[in-house]
């Protein structure tokens, strides 16, 4: 026997996490992103992050086309964003919102709670995703309350 997907989603929904936006760019320049809660501080030595994405998301070929991405964790007045980015296509996510690029030329948000820009460091096989391995260049955090998810809701 085994579970379904709903069922495991339903179950592992019961983990609370952050959420956080991982943004890059397209191979022409374009920024793309998408909304994560699948992210995890992995070495401090290296400094190593990690990302799950998901094989079929547009941002999981410009990760691999750009070698970067940056994690843009959100606070808790970021919900609009949140639904922006998990929302498909890429074309008007960054519409209206105030970014600038760091080191590696992914896109961080200028309303980041707190951010890493990483060099893809590894990827590996994760099912229907893909793990990447970031190596953090540049990092900065500001003071405020993150935003959670929990049980398929925004708190």
Not at 59 to 66: A, F, K, Q
Not at 73 to 97: C, Q, S, W
Request: aromatic fraction near 8%.
């Amino acid at each position: 026997m085994s579970l379904d997907s709903f069922e495991f989603r339903r179950i592992l929904g019961h983990w609370a996490s952050g959420v956080a936006v991982v943004t890059t760019r397209t191979p022409d320049g374009r920024p793309c992103g998408l909304t994560a809660n699948a992210i995890s501080s992995l070495s401090l030595d290296p400094p190593l992050v990690l990302t799950c994405v998901e094989r079929k998301a547009d941002t999981h070929d410009c990760i691999l086309s750009r070698r970067s991405f940056a994690i843009n964790v959100l606070d808790n007045t970021g919900e609009a964003i949140a639904r922006r980015f998990a929302a498909a296509g890429i074309d008007a996510k960054f519409e209206g919102l105030a970014f600038h690029d760091e080191v590696t030329g992914a896109p961080v948000l200028d309303d980041a709670l707190a951010w890493v820009d990483c060099e893809l460091h590894a990827q590996y096989d994760g099912g229907d995703h893909s793990i990447f391995v970031g190596r953090v260049v540049m990092g900065g955090a500001r003071d405020a309350d993150p935003l959670m998810y929990f049980r398929g809701g925004y708190v």
